[in-house]
């Protein structure tokens, strides 16, 4: 986002996290994997700013053998 953007000031608002998270199929606590990334926004952005929606899915495969895949959309 700063990459983006340039300055992590000008976002007004995190408005929607998804989460997905690679699992197997008993796996069925994904939001709780989502909280570290709900926790760090709120850190770096407070609690106002950092609120947000979110969604956590499990999947099968995430591309590159990567743990969890994190879509965010921030008002700016």
Same mark, same amino acid.
């Given at each position: 986002?700063?990459?983006?953007?340039?300055?992590?000031?000008? +976002?007004?608002?995190? +408005?929607?996290?998804? %989460?997905? +998270?690679? %699992?197997?199929?008993?796996?069925? *606590?994904?939001?709780?994997?989502?909280?570290?990334? %709900?926790?760090?926004?709120?850190?770096?952005?407070?609690?106002?700013?950092?609120?947000?929606?979110? %969604?956590?899915?499990? +999947?099968?495969?995430?591309?590159?053998?990567?743990?969890?895949?994190? *879509?965010?959309?921030?008002?700016?």
């Amino acid at each position: 986002m700063h990459a983006a953007v340039g300055d992590l000031n000008k +976002v007004k608002r995190i +408005v929607k996290v998804m %989460s997905l +998270v690679n %699992s197997t199929g008993d796996f069925t *606590e994904q939001h709780l994997v989502t909280n570290g990334c %709900s926790e760090l926004l709120g850190e770096v952005f407070g609690a106002t700013v950092g609120a947000h929606a979110r %969604s956590a899915f499990g +999947v099968a495969q995430i591309p590159m053998g990567a743990c969890v895949e994190i *879509e965010l959309i921030a008002e700016i």
